[in-house]
Every structure is written in C-alpha cells, then in structure tokens.
C-alpha cells in the first residue's frame, strides 16, 4: 500500500473520463491552465508594482435647460 503504479494511474482517469466526459476534460485543462497562468502574472506584477497617477477627471459638458414656448 506504497506508492501509484502506472496502472492505477490509468484507473483514476478511466474514472475521470467517464465522470466528465470526453468534451469537458479539455476545457477544464484549458481553464486550468488560465488560472495558473494569470495567477504567475498577478505575481509577478505584484512585485514590481509602481505607484502611477491616477487618471485625470473630464468634467462631463454642461447641458442648457430647454426653454418652454409657448
């Protein structure tokens, strides 16, 4: 009661297959493989962050109030 063989790495993803089908493996490794990666960009942009300006703020333009005609 040690360590995996091959063999019984192959009955865990015979299991995995059947549970999640055929079609949805590869876009749960996709996702997987966009989390791992926007998580080593979060870090690494965490530790070289640089304090910036904030954006300027345009005044939104100043409408006229309709007149009324009578």
């Known amino acids: ?3 995996f063989s091959p063999i019984h790495w192959l ?6 297959l059947l549970l ?3 079609r949805k493996i590869p876009e749960l490794a996709k996702g997987l ?3 791992i ?4 960009e979060g870090m690494h942009g ?3 962050t640089q304090p910036t300006a904030p954006p300027p703020q345009v005044a939104a333009p100043v409408e006229k109030p ?5």
């Open 1 to 3: 009661m040690g360590e």
């Open 11 to 16: 009955i865990v993803l015979a299991i995995i």
């Open 20 to 22: 999640f089908g055929g």
């Open 33 to 35: 493989g966009e989390g």
């Open 37 to 40: 990666r926007n998580f080593k």
């Open 46 to 48: 965490a530790s070289q």
């Open 66 to 70: 309709a007149e009324d005609k009578k």
